[in-house]
């Protein structure tokens, strides 16, 4: 099954209310880091600003609850409220269907509303729906993506706990389909400490057995990798010789791992600052065409923040932004899909059965 | 907050679609238990059929998933499959609109649909949904259906595990908010066992220690109720003095005590036959006006089966069935709308809490 | 890694205290279905009875919450309470360390406790517990139950509803590492479902697009099923070509359905008495060297009941029984736990990939 | 039932093994941040270092995974291995026992052990234990540490999600049972967007409907009380008048906020460093004597590691440092657990419920 990414529809400004919607309007920031009162606030679909008379301008980095703001150049750029600085010039209004200037395209893909009857089965996705379909499409989708796109994985620290998951990921490393990874400080100290120790949180990482002073050895991990001053410089040394992080600074796959107030040690290379830690995120999460998350619901909503559901190729078509969401329960797949992340697929499993299968799926 | 039934609009039959509709067909069952091939199922709303020109008969006890029988006195009656015997006369169509003289009517109530914005948060009810005014208008309801309705509760064991639940449940029973009650073995076992071993599964039920030879406890109470014959009896003698089981036989509240393949002893009580159980629990559900589950997926369901979303009051006029399932986890919430019981509200909570607080809310 | 059964250790019974023990103590059953008060209630262990002096007698067919019956033949029987009759005799006792002539012995395959620290992390299983090693466990397991056990099945509906797990189910089946299986009327249902209709709950099996009324597919399902009045003639006539039920039969595989409350058909096949059930349920289960329990709390429950620790082989010795159950919340696997049943292995995922992956590594 | 404290037994170090055991090795730290290879780390049990012949020190703040450095003024101070300095003399030493001069004591407040049966039900904490008891026992705690303690309250947003819930613990604060708050962006931020807009996530914050544009309150709010400068002027000038955060700023109640990746805005107080947001929220977990998290398992985690099973009063005594988690699935209650936080009592509830339950209970 090849994939065919979906067509992208524009829409139609020639439609009467569109062609005869006003301009969209700017308002000066009064304050740094405050929107004027009436500012628009962005989606995770396509928006078009009505610019110039029958001009509308697509904006094309979105994503969720930011900003639009016009710079110097004439240039429309989607921020966050806290970057915004006195005089910068922010798009105001709050209708999505170009009375105010600003039109949110959401049917662009026309991904085909299905038939409604009165009384239908199966209308949510829970851990009983078929998953089948999803393992084959991501199949075809990572397929198209190593060679034309950016997938951007999530994880949580799961992973890093089981041998087989551990393996599988550093193989998909390997092999060309991770081009991006988002984590806390967990997923790495806890692989590392497999790399160094065998373990995972104290325990034995493959027969699960108990070692003696278990519990200091994600403690000597981190303390050995901040004696060293960075992973890389382990992996150079020869001390971390598989696992996953073994496999990114291999193949020199970016990472960002933002600090949390969970975190123990941390890792040299976490970010403390965790606005700082949200930019690093997105210069990613900007790249990404497939997005990936694995068992972290703090990282899923993040990540989930800053995609937005299309991206603009350099010849200036869009194709959509594939986002799934892989957890246990149903409350964390649905937290997104309640925060307005329409677009996102669910699978509902143990992130460590799904990337042995999905791995071993991709090797055909 | 007084409650304010919604009223029912009928459909208008002289529309021209269903005034010209055809009438309904019906077909003779040639085997035991086996519908003819095109029959109609039923859905849990309001389904009229057109047995005369211009006559729409509404079924008046339907639920889903089930057959339309005809009798000799031209009454139409919803049957299950495994009724049916040869030469039942059973009606055809598959439906909804009228074309086959059968037409469903899913927006009786009309329940206001909510507005829709292209991009909007909060669509699926979970744990972090707001309940405040599930509470009140529960207090409301069952306000109004202590007098004038029928509230049937359907339990699983987890009431009978928590001491202030129990009673909760008791004085509820006792100031007339329980008309009748649904229920497997393990719900009334344990109850028993509270009273008769101040245990729950061998655990003090208020302290949680275990007690010596505690996974003895309930045994013990299923063997004392099947030398004393019944329940009743227990409760006659003196042995059984509070608690939930207690409470339904002073009250002389019905009860439907169904087996599984779970069970200890079991109970006297219990129906021992699955079918004969839907069949006793059905009697039940059929007078129900209101019904609350609490944290059983099985019994929920079986109960969902065979509830529809109205009733039909002695003077003709219909009002609606609710349904409330009340559980801990999205999933066995959502179990129950995936089957199509769309007019299901979920309260995601812990039981105990739920009644707990129930009660003290209708005591003011 | 070929498995290596654990060796079971009997008591010492030349041990003081077991040497000068009292013999076992019987009493008449008095009514039918009813134990003298102070019955000796068995567990998963292995127990033995001072039959005679220094003669302890071994229970060869144990489970839990059963009594112990004397035959006339001397021969010890574990009995359902309901199954006893006036004038059985019916062993006494409540202590397990030998005082009232029964010694309860849990540690015969002395399964090694595991050494405590003060401190200590990752004592429960959870969702982030390792599994690679269970998965490896398995397949040594499978690979000697296929020649030499009898491993026992036991399944909820939603293996039916995935297109790769029910294809990975008939493989195993067909593969020889499925000796017997226990479910309910819906998985059946479904899985015939999907033979006939292509769907599951009225969905596309594979692309989970709704069909038109797809409501009706399980009940016409139901429907020709009752019609032909069994699925072994389904299967016969080639109505039924594939999936799991499809594999059973031509495999001459043992099965049950026991029946619910919430079923509907039910399908020719499926138990309506739910202590008849049990009765067939527990002719599998007594033979089952190893259980394999997949997304249903309601028969992993009753199976886990009906199953020892220990099977009893031909030549005398005792080999443990292993006993998985596999489900996607801490809550339903630890239920088991809960119960009683510590033996249980629990592994935390969805079953679908659970079948998908379990098959891939049998095959090597 | 008034509480009653658990007596401290100190260890009894004229027992031979400890009278002879050496004294604790310190080792000077040779790079900042990073410890000695050797390094002790603390648990949450107190801890004694043997620092001169006969004379034991107890560690009086210590916490999970820090190390002990010793002061100039021969203090012994527990810290983070992050706040360590070229030179600092930290503890060697992986024993417990006093071997290497150190004493972990892990059953000071003799907390009895439950008595052990081969066969034995419900050893793990789930949904259906019982709750009862522990309501009442934190009913008996809080009126005591009202006076005499220090209760410190971990949110997660949820609470502010629904209106009872909301005036409940507002009225706790204004009562006197809450001394200390710890959450992340989103309590605060929902919280006031109720108190200004009525919303909660864009739906009315009592009848859950969507209001018009409801996805820009809570942005609405960040901005406003940006543009503001702070929560407290928000308060001051009346614009913020009821709900959680204004009962913290009216009873002068200690909060911190700190920030996390997936932060919208985010508010004025909110600290973008974690580990400066860890050691402001230490500054109040080393003054907690109960520590009380509600639905949220980052923070609970994060609070976790920084609070000790003790604390030493002013007198010099020690008493127990009671910990609840409050959450909806067994999941998150057991991952504190199997983190080594032995001492955490769990109740699986929706914290809408236990906060409405407690604060009618605690007013009688």
Redesign the interface.
């Known amino acids: 099954m090849p994939l065919r990414l979906p067509v992208y529809h524009p829409p139609d400004f020639t439609r009467p209310d569109l062609a005869t919607a006003p301009l969209a309007v700017f308002e000066a920031v009064a304050?740094d880091?405050?929107?004027p009162?009436s500012?628009h606030?962005t989606?995770?679909?396509p928006e078009y600003l009505h610019v110039a008379p029958g001009k509308w301008q697509l904006l094309e980095e979105s994503r969720m609850?930011c900003v639009v703001r016009r710079g110097a150049d004439e240039r429309l750029e989607v921020v966050?409220?806290?970057r915004l600085r006195r005089g910068d010039q922010v798009a105001l209004g709050?209708h999505?269907d170009g009375r105010d200037g600003i039109y949110?395209h959401?049917d662009g893909f026309r991904l085909a509303a299905?038939?409604q009857?009165?009384?239908?089965?199966?209308?949510?996705t829970?851990?009983?729906?078929?998953?089948?379909?999803d393992?084959d499409e991501l199949y075809a989708l990572l397929a198209h993506e190593r060679q034309a796109g950016f997938v951007l994985w999530v994880l949580g620290?799961?992973l890093a706990?089981?041998?087989?998951?551990r393996q599988a990921f550093a193989r998909l490393v390997r092999a060309g389909y991770v081009h991006g990874l988002l984590a806390g400080n967990a997923l790495p100290t806890h692989d590392l400490e497999a790399a160094l120790h065998g373990t995972?949180?104290?325990?034995e990482?493959?027969?699960?057995?108990?070692v003696?002073?278990?519990?200091?050895k994600h403690?000597d991990t981190?303390?050995q990798l901040?004696?060293l001053g960075s992973i890389e410089r382990a992996v150079a040394r020869g001390l971390v010789r598989e696992g996953i992080v073994h496999a990114l600074v291999e193949k020199h796959i970016p990472y960002v791992f933002?600090?949390?107030?969970?975190?123990?040690?941390?890792l040299p290379e976490v970010i403390?600052?965790?606005?700082?830690?949200?930019d690093a995120?997105r210069a990613l999460a900007r790249r990404a065409t497939t997005v990936v998350c694995l068992?972290t619901?703090?990282?899923t909503?993040?990540t989930g923040?800053m995609t937005p559901s299309y991206r603009v190729l350099p010849d200036g078509s869009l194709r959509p932004v594939y986002f799934y969401s892989v957890d246990?329960?149903?409350?964390a797949a649905?937290?997104l899909?309640?925060?307005?992340s329409l677009s996102t697929r669910a699978i509902?499993?143990?992130v460590?059965?799904?990337v042995?299968?999905l791995e071993?799926g991709l090797r055909g």
Chains 1, 2, 3, 4 share one sequence.
């Open positions: 304050q880091g405050v929107a009162e500012y606030a989606s995770i679909f609850d966050e409220f806290r709050r999505e949110v959401d299905q038939p009857e009165k009384f239908a089965f199966r209308t949510l829970t851990r009983e729906s078929s998953f089948s379909f393992y620290p799961a706990f089981d041998r087989d998951a995972a949180l104290g325990q990482i493959y027969r699960k057995q108990p003696a002073q278990g519990h200091y403690l981190l303390n901040r004696a933002a600090g949390s107030i969970r975190d123990d040690g941390p403390a600052d965790v606005y700082a830690a949200q995120m068992a619901q703090l990282h909503i993040a923040n246990m329960s149903e409350f649905q937290k899909i309640n925060r307005g509902l499993t143990n460590q059965d799904f042995v299968t071993r």
